[in-house]
């Protein structure tokens, strides 16, 4: 069977692309199984959607994994969650490294269990020097408390003296989010059906292009990337102007 891969325009590739990996829970429960089994299998996408992207030459790979608001299910479920994640990275370390895969974290990480904080650290710490993708794992994230820990951030040098309110811009809000450097996803997938961001990147999102398909997180594999990324490629992205200006451009 031919792969849709041939069918995206490698020139024309976004840079960034971000996931909100949905479904895990309805995924399982179709099948008459517990949500955490949902949960397993869903790594399993995450394995094949990176790398897909490093194959294709994405540079940048956002997954939200674990929102501040997930703190509120049930304990037995975030604390399945919470070892889950401390198994993969341990487990996943290897591939990264195989794979010149950088692993960075956005969240707030300090809310983590200090058993996962640490293998985090690690696998941080010996891919900080891989090129050829950063994998960014959105844990404890809002977009919300990361706005506000930016906004307190700015108070703190402007209280110290270090900048002065005229200095307060689009560039140096975005230098205070916890993705400082990180150029902005072009492309935002959500998986699962459902049309709404969650609370998920508010201000790198402002442009992004959004594509919502019904495959559940762990059915979503290589082939539905690629139709993502053909859908984003029939696109016109104007940022505000019109469609006679881009081409005349
Ligand atoms: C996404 O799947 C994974 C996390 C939010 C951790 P869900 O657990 O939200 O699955 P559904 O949406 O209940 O099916
Ligand atoms: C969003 O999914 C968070 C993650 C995928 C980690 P949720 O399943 O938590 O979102 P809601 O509750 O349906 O908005
Ligand atoms: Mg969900």
Same mark, same amino acid.
């Given at each position: 069977m031919a792969s849709l891969k041939d069918q995206?325009?490698?020139t024309k590739l976004p840079k960034h692309i971000a996931v909100i990996m949905d479904g895990n829970g309805r995924w399982a429960g179709r099948l008459g199984k517990t949500r955490i089994f @949902?949960?397993?299998? @869903?790594?399993?996408?995450?394995?094949e959607i990176s790398e897909a992207c490093a194959e294709l030459g994405v540079e940048y790979l956002t997954l939200y994994a674990f929102?501040?608001?997930?703190?509120?299910?049930?304990?037995?479920?975030?604390s399945a969650l919470m070892s889950l994640l401390l198994k993969t990275i341990k487990v996943e370390l290897k591939t990264l490294l195989k794979n010149? *895969?950088?692993?960075?974290? *956005?969240?707030?990480?300090?809310? #983590?269990?200090?058993?996962?904080?640490?293998?985090?650290?690690?696998?941080?710490?010996?891919?900080?020097g891989n090129k050829k993708m950063n994998t960014i794992l959105a844990l404890s994230y809002s977009g919300k408390s990361e706005i506000t820990h930016a906004v307190k951030e700015i108070?703190?040098?402007l209280q110290r003296g270090? *900048?002065?309110?005229?200095?307060?811009?689009?560039? #140096?809000?975005?230098?205070? #989010?916890?993705?400082?450097?990180?150029?902005?996803?072009?492309?935002l997938i959500r998986t699962s059906g459902e049309k709404r961001v969650s609370n998920f990147m508010l201000w790198q999102l402002a442009y992004a292009e959004y594509y919502f398909t019904d495959v559940m997180w762990p059915d979503f594999n290589k082939e539905e990337l690629y139709k993502a990324i053909i859908d984003f490629q029939?696109?016109?992205?104007?940022?505000?102007?019109?469609?006679?200006?881009?081409?005349?451009?």
């Open positions: 995206i325009d490698t @949902g949960h397993t299998n @869903g790594v399993k996408s995450v394995r929102s501040t608001e997930n703190w509120t299910r049930p304990q037995t479920e975030v010149d *895969i950088r692993l960075r974290v *956005i969240g707030d990480v300090s809310s #983590l269990p200090r058993s996962v904080v640490a293998e985090l650290n690690e696998a941080m710490e010996k891919t900080k108070a703190n040098k270090e *900048i002065a309110a005229n200095d307060i811009n689009e560039s #140096l809000i975005s230098d205070n #989010l916890y993705t400082a450097g990180i150029p902005d996803p072009e492309l029939s696109r016109e992205r104007r940022f505000g102007k019109t469609s006679e200006q881009l081409v005349t451009k």
